[in-house]
T-cell receptor, first 115, second 115 residues
Framework: AQTVTQSQPEMSVQEAETVTLSCTYD???????LFWYKQPPSRQMILVIR??????QNATENRFSVNFQKAAKSFSLKISDSQLGDAAMYFC????????????FGTGTRLKVLA | NAGVMQNPRHLVRRRGQEARLRCSPM?????VYWYRQLPEEGLKFMVY????????ESGMPKERFSAEFPKEGPSILRIQQVVRGDSAAYFC?????????????FGSGTQLSVL
């Protein structure tokens, strides 16, 4: 069975600095999708970035980028120029390309942004 | 286009009562997923439904929990005879048909508190 591990329960970053959140996963599949979701205090789950495993190029969305290391089964999120609005819980998620497409989530990392 | 609508946002029940959580998917979406989030944990898959069909209920407890997605109206997650351990945030997500299942759109969740 697939698993997703986020080993950092909490991280802090100074405003305008860069922070990296870690995520590792375990799977025997060769093709899959990986996601980072942001959950602010409002509880809304917001998709930050998505990566297809068959793509070697790391995904980028404005200040958010990933470091996808398929062999190491690692999928870290880098947030550049951190802003106060980035403070939230961040969840890494895995999705199989087949079957019922259910997502498997990690336990989350709480990001604090210091002014 | 309204997003995924969940109600109520907060629900308080006493032990032994029934809880009904509603989810209206995005317009045009025929696939609904329910997830549960315990405090300080990630989202755990419960059940996947299409209109009038339960496709995958592997994450749902066998007793007291049931879900439906009728031809007309919202999807309902029902918890009978609630216990304190049922206290959690319950999230609904929807996606378009088969060709769009890679993208899930989440509601803001229902926070269930069992006294």
């Amino acid at each position: 069975a697939q698993t997703v591990t986020q080993s950092q329960p909490e991280m802090s970053v100074q405003e305008a600095e860069t922070v990296t959140l870690s995520c590792t996963y375990d799977t025997s599949e060769s093709d899959y999708y990986l996601f980072w979701y942001k959950q602010p205090p409002s509880r809304q789950m917001i998709l930050v970035i998505r990566q297809e495993a068959y793509k070697q190029q790391n995904a980028t969305e404005n200040r958010f980028s990933v470091n996808f290391q398929k062999a190491a089964k690692s999928f870290s999120l880098k947030i550049s120029d951190s802003q106060l609005g980035d403070a939230a819980m961040y969840f890494c998620a895995y999705r199989s390309p087949s079957g019922t497409y259910k997502y498997i989530f990690g336990t989350g990392t709480r990001l604090k942004v210091l002014a | 286009n309204a997003g995924v609508m969940q109600n109520p946002r907060h629900l308080v029940r006493r032990r032994g009562q029934e809880a009904r959580l509603r989810c209206s998917p995005m317009k045009g979406h025929s696939h609904v997923y329910w997830y549960r989030q315990l405090p300080e944990e990630g989202l755990k898959f419960m059940v996947y439904l299409q209109k009038e069909n339960i496709i995958d209920e592997s994450g749902m407890p066998k007793e007291r929990f049931s879900a439906e997605f009728p031809k007309e109206g919202p999807s309902i997650l029902r918890i009978q005879q609630v216990v304190r351990g049922d206290s959690a945030a319950y999230f609904c997500a929807s996606s378009p048909g088969d060709r769009g299942r890679e993208k899930l759109f989440f509601g803001s969740g229902t926070q269930l508190s069992v006294l």
